[in-house]
């Protein structure tokens, strides 16, 4: 029998297959339920067996997430999402894992977490669905709220500087940084598959509209009549040009950047910044992470992805280096072995 009659073919999905028997409850016309779809159709055609995978999620509106997947999944307890899922790579590092957060559940109180897995660069997948506001509590403003954005708990504009999510990534140095919107289908599609094969610290996040309480956070980089004009798409290899008319572009001055028009003063393609996602310094995606409004596009798509020892292949590869060194011992070897003493009654004379 040959090899190729014995290997084991890779299931076929359709996106039905990961749809749950669960009502869907988010609010009508909220950007989740894109998200959502897009996640499950892309999970349908990575070829992975369905019972593969784990979806984990925290507090807020994205965090119902799991109920809508036909996959395992664990609701955990606000912020500590990222410690559940940490515990289960490395009990079963065979599984894919995904968290599902949002910008307060993960960059509030459970900032921590978030930031630990990261830098030990954790197999496991961060989607931060960020829609800049506490939906579930009703509206108040959230770590990533701009300044000045009034609402329950600051009625007279918010005076905290919000946190850039893909900046605090990038800091962390998670070996694989993206960024996506609820309504870019194809994008995010692209971003999730290589998400699912990066091995190692995977952080998205995802521009998510709510239209109740923050409706049109996003416009300008999601409406079609604007988002050309406000947005550049990072391309590995490829100089960031943007702009309706592709006529734009961003070159560094030093190690500042500036915005500059094609043919002015002699500028060509050339003379722009070219993407490089696969660079392990992180110093370019950082710069990238800070560009944004009033002064720059947002960029798009993929800042870094880069290869590095994930923990949880680090850990159980030390225990099979420790169980080397040691053959045969087991837990009564632990316990009766080295620093240990027995407490018996004590003797009187």
Same mark, same amino acid.
């Given at each position: 029998?040959?090899?190729?009659?014995?290997?084991?073919?890779?299931? &076929?999905?359709?996106?039905?297959?990961?749809?749950?028997?669960?009502?869907?409850?988010?609010?009508?016309?909220?950007?989740?339920?894109?998200?959502?779809?897009?996640?499950?159709?892309?999970?349908?055609?990575?070829?992975?067996?369905?019972?593969?995978?784990?979806?984990?999620?925290?507090?807020?509106?994205?965090?119902?997430?799991?109920?809508?997947?036909? &996959?395992?999944?664990?609701?955990?307890?606000?912020?500590?999402?990222?410690?559940?899922?940490?515990?289960?790579?490395?009990?079963?590092?065979?599984?894919?894992?995904?968290?599902?957060?949002?910008?307060?559940?993960?960059?509030?109180?459970?900032?921590?977490?978030?930031?630990?897995?990261?830098?030990?660069?954790?197999?496991?997948?961060?989607?931060?669905?960020?829609?800049?506001?506490? $939906?579930?509590?009703?509206?108040?403003?959230?770590?990533?709220?701009?300044?000045?954005?009034?609402?329950?708990?600051?009625?007279?504009?918010?005076?905290?500087?919000?946190?850039?999510?893909?900046?605090?990534?990038?800091?962390?140095?998670?070996?694989?940084?993206?960024?996506?919107?609820?309504?870019?289908?194809?994008?995010?599609?692209?971003?999730?598959?290589?998400?699912?094969?990066?091995?190692?610290?995977?952080?998205?996040?995802?521009?998510?509209?709510?239209?109740?309480?923050?409706?049109?956070?996003?416009?300008?980089?999601?409406?079609?009549?604007?988002?050309?004009?406000?947005?550049?798409?990072?391309?590995?290899?490829?100089?960031?040009?943007?702009?309706?008319?592709?006529?734009?572009?961003?070159?560094?001055?030093?190690?500042?950047?500036?915005?500059?028009?094609?043919?002015?003063?002699?500028?060509?393609?050339?003379?722009?910044?070219?993407?490089?996602?696969?660079?392990?310094?992180?110093?370019?995606?950082?710069?990238?992470?800070?560009? $944004?409004?009033?002064?720059?596009?947002?960029?798009?798509?993929?800042?870094?992805?880069?290869?590095?020892?994930?923990?949880?292949?680090?850990?159980?590869?030390?225990?099979?280096?420790?169980?080397?060194?040691?053959?045969?011992?087991?837990?009564?070897?632990?316990?009766?072995?080295?620093?240990?003493?027995?407490?018996?009654?004590?003797?009187?004379?």
């Amino acid at each position: 029998m040959s090899m190729e009659s014995t290997a084991k073919a890779a299931p &076929t999905y359709t996106k039905k297959d990961f749809s749950s028997d669960q009502t869907v409850r988010w609010c009508p016309g909220c950007g989740d339920y894109a998200i959502l779809s897009t996640v499950q159709k892309t999970f349908a055609g990575l070829g992975i067996p369905r019972e593969q995978f784990v979806i984990i999620s925290g507090i807020g509106c994205s965090s119902r997430f799991p109920y809508y997947m036909n &996959t395992y999944g664990f609701h955990s307890i606000h912020g500590r999402a990222p410690a559940f899922a940490t515990g289960l790579k490395v009990a079963r590092p065979d599984l894919s894992v995904w968290v599902v957060t949002g910008d307060g559940d993960a960059l509030s109180i459970g900032g921590n977490h978030i930031l630990h897995s990261m830098r030990r660069n954790i197999d496991i997948k961060v989607l931060l669905f960020n829609n800049r506001i506490y $939906g579930l509590t009703k509206g108040q403003y959230s770590p990533t709220s701009e300044v000045g954005k009034k609402t329950k708990t600051s009625p007279y504009g918010s005076v905290d500087r919000p946190i850039d999510p893909i900046s605090v990534a990038i800091a962390a140095e998670a070996t694989f940084v993206a960024r996506s919107a609820d309504v870019y289908g194809a994008h995010l599609s692209e971003v999730l598959r290589r998400a699912a094969q990066h091995r190692g610290s995977v952080f998205v996040e995802i521009l998510q509209n709510c239209n109740i309480f923050n409706d049109g956070a996003f416009d300008k980089v999601t409406d079609r009549g604007t988002r050309e004009d406000n947005k550049v798409d990072l391309a590995h290899g490829e100089p960031l040009v943007f702009g309706r008319d592709r006529d734009r572009g961003i070159r560094l001055d030093g190690l500042t950047p500036e915005v500059v028009r094609i043919g002015d003063n002699g500028v060509e393609r050339g003379d722009l910044l070219h993407h490089d996602e696969s660079t392990p310094d992180p110093s370019l995606a950082y710069l990238l992470s800070k560009l $944004g409004p009033p002064d720059f596009p947002t960029p798009m798509g993929i800042f870094r992805a880069i290869e590095a020892e994930t923990y949880d292949a680090a850990v159980h590869r030390q225990i099979a280096e420790a169980r080397e060194m040691s053959p045969g011992k087991d837990l009564d070897d632990l316990l009766r072995g080295g620093n240990a003493w027995e407490i018996g009654e004590e003797k009187t004379n």
